[in-house]
């Protein structure tokens, strides 16, 4: 089945970076885009960032255009999200997401990483 | 970019009601559109995508309907289990963007 682990989360300061990373199992990883969504507390989903099959796409979100770098490794069937210059806007729960696995749409969601930039 | 605008956003139902939540898009995306179910602290669940199709292992008391702009996720004969906040999302291009949620509440 499809397994998707996040880490990398935590209390950051604002200015300050954080990379989240995501393993995933269970599917032929190479094949498929990857994708990061966040929910802010108590507030609704907001997607952030998602990589091409070969990593060669990339697309962002336009409030993190330009601070966040989303990248992968299909040697090691991961998927990571280079934070930089993070705010406290940027406070959310993390999820690492594939499309099309199964179906077309955000078919499988990791569990969630917390960021929280407090100062 | 493209706008999601969901209605309502809170809706107090009974077991065994019917359920009805809207979605607009500020412009036509086809029948790129899906469904998701949140319960609190949990990840979301992908329910229908394109529009109409049932994701597997999802009861058939959801449906979906609609095409361009104007979308439907109707929950027919709610359950306790169906309790839980909807998200709609369009796939139509980037970035992705999500309806701002309907929390379906017990009554």
């Known amino acids: 089945q499809v397994q998707l682990v996040e880490s990398g989360g935590g209390l950051v300061q604002p200015g300050r970076s954080l990379r989240l990373s995501c393993a995933a199992s269970?599917?032929?990883?190479?094949?498929?885009?990857m994708h990061w969504v966040r929910q802010a507390p108590g507030k609704g989903l907001e997607w952030v960032a998602a990589?091409?099959?070969?990593?060669?796409?990339?697309y962002y979100t336009d409030s993190v255009k330009g601070r966040f770098t989303i990248s992968r490794d299909n040697s090691k069937n991961s998927v990571s999200l280079q934070m930089n210059s993070l705010t406290f806007a940027d406070t959310a729960v993390y999820y690492c997401?594939?499309?099309?696995?199964?179906?077309?749409?955000?078919?499988?969601w990791g569990q969630g990483n917390l960021v929280t930039v407090s100062s | 970019d493209i706008q999601m605008t969901q209605s309502p956003s809170s809706v107090s139902a009974s077991v065994g009601d019917r359920v009805t939540i809207t979605c607009r898009a500020s412009?036509?995306?086809?029948?790129?559109l899906a469904w998701y179910q949140q319960k609190p602290g949990k990840a979301p669940k992908l329910l229908i995508y394109?529009?109409?199709s049932l994701q597997s292992g999802v009861p058939s008391r959801f449906s979906g309907s609609g095409s361009g702009t104007d979308f439907t996720l109707t929950i027919s004969n709610l359950q306790p289990e169906d309790f839980a906040t909807y998200y709609c999302?369009?796939?139509?291009?980037?970035?992705?963007?999500f309806g701002g949620g309907t929390k379906v509440e017990i009554k």
């Open positions: 269970g599917f032929i990883f190479s094949n498929y885009a």
């Open positions: 394109a529009t109409f």
């Open positions: 997401v594939t499309y099309g696995v199964s179906v077309a749409g955000l078919d499988h």
């Open positions: 990589a091409s099959y070969d990593g060669a796409d990339k």
């Open positions: 412009q036509d995306i086809s029948n790129w």
């Open positions: 999302q369009q796939a139509n291009s980037f970035p992705l963007t």
